[in-house]
């Protein structure tokens, strides 16, 4: 049996400049972190000859081609796998549409656990170069690389987008001791709300085409924002660091009008008047989960749960898409 896995992530900067429509024109850069919380893929030969894949779905077919699954059955046609005598399955720590990039961590997955079928080595770089290519190209999905890349990649990294589509990776100049910080003093808290990222994703690429200035001016702050926090964590300047993403969440909800809602900012404010320094809502918007850089934990936790709100503690993933049994 083969079993692979590949992490989910959180952004520390300058997300929403890995779309081709913003750094095609003017070059992206954004921070982002995997943490220890997985997406799940395990393959195995059958007795049978259809291909079964398990998902929130169960499907049985003759061959990859028939599959509904659109990211399994283009992932299968790229590396020309029928699937028959297959069986495949998924799971996740967490669930889709929450804003922790599981569509790129799933996609990288899935590519990891067919090229250990096909008894290929995969570079990080080449994994999440395919992943985009399924999501993007084949499929047309109105996202960035940022998940694809962290995913393949683990470690807290910064990710460059170049005009010509290739992309520079190297791990954030962060201590230990800052590591270690980040990972006691952040803290992450579910809404309730699981959505699809398209529609907000969609928004933002469309006025990104048409070079709308409102947006490329958005963008090119939050951008600038990226570099910042760049320097903040490199230094150790966590507080600063903190302030950064509370401006990052306030430019941030100008894109859209469905980045956020009336219980969202009201979940905000209550955690930046209980212990929380600065924060903002992971992922594209609308959803997902919150996340906080506090200096009184212990406050901002009680008063979260008093309105609701399911904590997620995590450590950061400094290992990638990788195999955990071949």
């Not at 030969?45 to 990859?64: M, N």
């Not at 770089?125 to 998940?147: T, V, Y």
């Not at 230990?176 to 980040?182: G, R, S, V, Y």
């Not at 702050?221 to 990052?248: I, T, W, Y």
Request: with cysteine; glycine share 10%; hydrophobic share 40%.
């Amino acid at each position: 049996m083969i079993i692979s896995r590949s992490p989910l992530r959180i952004s520390l900067g300058g997300g929403g400049t890995d779309l081709p429509s913003y750094y095609q024109q003017h070059t992206g850069f954004l921070i982002a972190a995997a943490i220890d919380k997985y997406v799940y893929i395990t393959l195995h030969d059958t007795f049978v000859t259809d291909l079964i894949v398990k998902y929130s779905k169960l499907e049985r077919v003759a061959e990859a081609s028939q599959l509904e699954h659109p990211i399994i059955r283009e992932a299968m046609a790229m590396l020309e796998i029928s699937g028959q005598s297959m069986e495949l399955t998924s799971m996740a720590d967490i669930p889709a549409g929450t804003g922790l990039g599981s569509s790129g961590s799933f996609t990288t997955a899935l590519l990891k656990a067919l090229h250990a079928w096909r008894k290929n080595l995969v570079h990080p770089a080449e994994l999440a170069e395919q992943a985009c290519d399924i999501e993007l190209n084949r499929l047309h999905e109105p996202i960035g690389k940022q998940d694809q890349y962290i995913s393949a990649y683990g470690g807290i990294t910064c990710f460059k987008f170049l005009p010509d589509g290739k992309v520079e990776a190297w791990p954030l100049k962060i201590s230990d001791e800052t590591i270690c910080d980040l990972e006691d003093n952040l803290l992450l808290f579910f809404t309730g709300y699981s959505r699809s990222a398209s529609a907000i994703l969609r928004e933002q690429d469309s006025k990104s085409k048409v070079a709308d200035a409102s947006m490329i001016e958005n963008l090119h702050f939050v951008k600038d924002l990226g570099f910042q926090s760049q320097r903040a964590l490199e230094r150790g300047q966590l507080n600063e660091f903190a302030r950064l993403m509370d401006v990052h969440w306030q430019r941030k909800k100008e894109r859209s009008g469905g980045m956020s809602n009336a219980k969202i900012n009201e979940w905000y404010d209550l955690a930046m008047g209980n212990g929380a320094l600065g924060g903002k809502l992971i992922g594209a918007g609308g959803g997902g989960f919150l996340m906080f850089y506090a200096d009184n934990k212990t406050k901002l936790r009680h008063a979260m749960s008093g309105a609701g709100l399911k904590e997620v503690r995590f450590r950061f993933d400094f290992e990638g898409t990788k195999l955990v049994n071949s």
